[in-house]
């Protein structure tokens, strides 16, 4: 499950939109919702994208969140 709140922070520290994010990974911005509220699974070349985009050094507690 992903940590909604802790990767919308880091998009807002790094001064992006949820629309941007989407737009930068390649996936459409429904689409990018429902894999943050937890309705989809992130692709693992999804999640290296954001950890590229956002300078996520550990991905785990935010991809791989209880």
């Known amino acids: 499950m992903v940590n909604a709140n802790m990767l919308k922070g880091f998009i807002a520290t790094n001064g992006l939109t949820i629309e ?7 996936i459409n911005l429904a689409t990018f919702y ?12 999804e999640i290296a994208d954001i950890c590229r985009i956002l300078h996520i050094k550990d991905p785990i507690p935010i991809f791989f969140a209880d």
Do not use: E, L, V, W
């Not at 941007?20 to 390649?26: N, Q, Y």
């Not at 429902?34 to 070349?45: E, P």
């Open 20 to 26: 941007k994010m989407a737009r930068d990974i390649g």
């Open 34 to 45: 429902k894999k943050i509220n937890g309705q989809s699974d992130f692709y693992c070349h």
